[in-house]
């Protein structure tokens, strides 16, 4: 268990795929001083509480609180339905991918660990509705999230559901949001059932591992003190070096962004295991909005899945632009062993297949995968969960997450902000009639009629 996961950069070094396209001992000597400067910066703002997800695996007040409302509301509810979008809903997706049945809603109730558990990330009316053709609302518990109290999506499915609820919220809501005055933590506190706190300086997209990751996982009875703890090994042992040479999560840092000079741009993430799959959704949030700070900067993160996109993706990834750098996620050992019968076994076609496993089948195709991609001078790296266990998680997206604070520091941008989305909440707000959004709600209008010169950021500054 405290060995963990394990990074293998092999693949990405240059006498791997040659000096063009890999990475050399002389290129990752000179970032020794950048990333020593960043890691005291991040020091600096962790110890300042500016940004708080350092210290999330040890929060023990917010653990308790968690536990005692997932104590309370045990064996009541028939469903889980959280409403959030982005930061608020992406974590709690990968939780329940990677540590959760895989057809976990589906089980009869005695061989789940909790209620069926359902994730609204979207305000698709069709969808929306889909959801409550399978749960009843009085046997439902809703838990609404939204750090900052305001956001337009959740707060319509808010609206939504309190309908279902003829308006009596007490048993039925539990509300996540931001410790400081909004309406909706007002709301929360007079009418829910129970409100929890995002804590002061964890934001949205690092805050899988607080209440808004948390309190779903435990309603599903993923074991959150294991998830917590390995989160707290990568901090303590994994990440606390300023050496790449000693923290896997500066050295994939380091080399991902040595190759963007070498212009490999885009930043691909496969897993080879489905429990994984949702984790690297959450993981092109992070990875986007951290980074993509100015017109010169930003890695765009693609999602690809092994084996079914050795099927598509890898054809273009071998042979196509070498514009990319490729992370690969293993398991070393699955949860089930799963025989291939033999059968036909004069046949050159199949025979060859029966007598192994489905486990041999897809680690060799990851192996074979990552081989010819290397082979072509495409670099790539590979990071291998012992088990798809919730230790060995908390210390993936723990890392994950160090990962990409330490990449603003070598971008020289902030990661830990998300002007970008700003102007398209505004205008929203203007669209929907929000008060004090007029402007936003005029400026679409002078722009569909070509009347407005004013560029969007220009007139959220206005509004400022």
Request: with cysteine.
């Amino acid at each position: 268990m405290e060995s963990g996961i394990t990074f293998d950069f092999e693949n990405i070094r240059t006498d791997a795929v040659g000096p063009e396209h890999g990475v050399s001992e002389k290129e990752l000597a000179r970032l020794s001083e950048p990333l020593a400067h960043g890691h005291e910066r991040l020091a600096q703002l962790r110890e300042s509480g500016e940004v708080a997800f350092f210290d999330l695996p040890y929060d023990k007040e917010n653990v308790a609180q968690v536990k005692q409302v997932a104590n309370e509301a045990a064996g009541q509810f028939g469903a889980v339905l959280v409403l959030g979008i982005g930061g608020s809903a992406l974590g709690s997706i990968a939780l329940r991918s990677a540590l959760c049945h895989p057809l976990y809603n589906e089980l009869p109730p005695a061989r789940r660990n909790g209620p069926r558990l359902y994730i609204e990330d979207n305000v698709d009316p069709v969808r929306l509705k889909a959801v409550f053709d399978l749960i009843e609302p009085a046997k439902t518990l809703f838990v609404v999230i939204s750090k900052s109290g305001t956001t337009v999506e959740t707060l319509a499915q808010f609206l939504f559901i309190r309908s279902l609820l003829d308006g009596d919220l007490r048993n039925n809501v539990i509300v996540v949001t931001d410790a400081g005055p909004s309406t909706l933590r007002g709301i929360g506190e007079s009418e829910c059932r129970a409100t929890l706190e995002v804590p002061a300086g964890v934001g949205g997209r690092f805050s899988v591992l607080s209440p808004v990751g948390l309190l779903p996982a435990a309603l599903a009875g993923i074991d959150i003190d294991a998830l917590l703890a390995g989160a707290a090994q990568a901090d303590r042992i994994r990440c606390s070096s300023p050496s790449a040479e000693d923290n896997d999560a500066y050295m994939a840092a380091a080399v991902e962004y040595i190759l963007y000079q070498k212009a490999k741009r885009i930043s691909v993430m496969m897993p080879y295991a489905t429990g994984l799959v949702e984790i690297t959704d959450w993981y092109r949030q992070i990875w986007a909005e951290s980074l993509g700070k100015t017109s010169d900067v930003g890695p765009t993160p693609v999602r690809a899945t092994g084996v079914t996109d050795q099927h598509s993706q890898v054809q273009l990834y071998r042979e196509g632009p070498n514009d990319k750098v490729i992370c690969f996620l293993g398991v070393q050992h699955f949860q089930e062993e799963v025989p291939i019968p033999p059968a036909w076994e004069s046949s050159e076609a199949i025979g060859y297949i029966g007598g192994h496993s489905f486990n041999q089948l897809i680690e060799y195709e990851r192996i074979a995968t990552t081989l010819a991609l290397t082979d072509a001078q495409r670099p790539n790296y590979t990071i291998t969960l012992p088990e798809l266990n919730a230790y060995s998680v908390g210390q993936l997206l723990y890392m994950l997450e160090i990962k990409a604070a330490i990449s603003g520091e070598l971008y020289g941008v902030n990661a830990f902000d998300q002007p970008g989305v700003e102007a398209g909440k505004a205008l929203s707000y203007g669209l929907m009639g929000r008060k004090h959004y007029e402007r936003a709600k005029q400026w679409v209008m002078n722009k569909q009629a070509g009347r407005d010169e004013t560029s969007v950021d220009e007139m959220v500054d206005e509004m400022k």
